[in-house]
């Protein structure tokens, strides 16, 4: 997927509606109890969910913007800045990076509260250890019907990642409602159930960055 330069690229429910169990959630974990009670399905309470890429020499800006009656949503507002695993299990949002060629990626998340992850994996959900050497820089606005949530990535010492090389991007969202139910959001859904790490998902592609300015990644409006 590229493009002229436009606004923001759409991200798309998936159409099929789960409970944790049947998308293979672990029993063990309270937390994912809980989740496997509830139904995993689009919400009705957003209206529409888009992004937006700029690379620059080194680093990849990102923006993403729900739009809907967020009282209906469970949204972290508490300020928690700083690393932290299972941010998947709310409301956040998640960027995937790949080189052009190869099976490795990064995966990172967002939470409204100022929250981050970062993972890399050797080939599809195959982990390997690392801990960014810069954290990414995150800034939340909410106004009226809106939740935007801007960041700024170094792409400096990212396993498997050239800052001066094509990528490929896969950009998703997990949206939790007051009901606690999942709603799970991508450019792309090429499996029957979500899955935001499918090799599929990276439809993304960025050229190198230019030498001097930044480049926008565009969408359809």
């Known amino acids: 997927m590229t493009h002229p330069d ?29 989740q496997a009670r509830g139904e995993h399905m689009p919400s009705p309470a957003v209206s529409r969910l888009r992004a937006r890429v700029r690379r620059g020499l080194d680093r990849l800006e990102l ?6 009656d967020l009282a209906r949503l469970r949204i972290p507002s ?16 998640e960027a995937f990076l790949a080189p052009k060629e190869g099976a490795s990626y990064c995966e990172f998340n967002f939470a409204p509260s100022g929250a981050w992850a970062a993972y890399a994996f050797r080939r599809y959900r195959e982990a390997e250890p690392w801990v960014p050497t810069v954290e990414p820089v ?13 960041c700024l990535l170094s792409l400096e010492r990212m ?10 991007l896969a950009l998703s969202a997990v949206v939790e409602d007051a009901g606690g139910n999942l709603s799970y959001w991508a450019l792309a859904h090429p499996s029957a ?25 565009p969408g359809d409006g």
């Open 138 to 150: 995150i800034v939340v606005r909410v106004a009226g019907d809106r939740l935007e949530l801007d």
């Open 63 to 68: 923006s993403f913007s729900l739009q809907g």
């Open 78 to 93: 508490a300020p928690a800045p700083g690393r932290a695993d299972r941010l998947w299990e709310h409301t956040c949002f």
């Open 159 to 168: 396993p498997g990642i050239a800052a001066d090389a094509p990528l490929r």
């Open 6 to 34: 436009h606004d923001s690229i759409a991200l798309i429910p998936h159409p099929r509606k789960f409970t944790g169990c049947e998308l293979g959630l672990p029993a063990a974990d309270p937390v994912i109890e809980s």
């Open 193 to 217: 159930k979500p899955d935001f790490h499918h090799p599929a998902s990276f439809v993304l592609e960025l050229g190198p960055p230019p030498k001097e300015g930044v480049v926008t990644i």
